[in-house]
Nanobody
């Protein structure tokens, strides 16, 4: 059974930092690309960042490039999202997800099959 559990969200002032974690269960964690998405009130879920199975390739949404860093620790079955220089527009519920197929990277919500429960990130002005 695949389970993804996010943690690390909270309230932070603009310009601050947060580190989100996503703990994944299962023996095949290292075989799949993982992604982070976010959803603000009244808006559709949007792509934030993704990382391939080995951790050697990443891709970011233009809105977060240069500020956020996605990484993974295979030994801990965990993917991280380091968020720096946070802005009020970063406020959203953040979700981690697993890509449906092995290998490659994707940005579409429909390309991912398993999702965590989400963690709230609120950035104050």
């Amino acid at each position: 059974q695949v389970q993804l559990v996010e943690s690390g969200g909270g309230l932070v002032q603009a310009g601050g930092s947060l580190r989100l974690s996503c703990a994944a269960s299962g023996l095949t964690f290292s075989s799949y690309a993982m992604g982070w998405f976010r959803q603000a009130p009244g808006k559709e879920r949007e792509f934030v960042a993704t990382i391939n199975s080995s951790g050697g390739s990443t891709y970011y949404a233009d809105s977060v490039k240069g500020r956020f860093t996605i990484s993974r620790d295979t030994a801990k079955n965990t993917v991280y999202l380091q968020m720096n220089s946070l802005k009020p527009e970063d406020t959203a519920v953040y979700y981690c997800a697993r890509l449906k197929t092995r290998g490659g990277l994707a940005t579409a919500v429909t390309s991912y099959d398993y999702w965590g429960q989400g963690t709230q990130v609120t950035v104050s002005s």
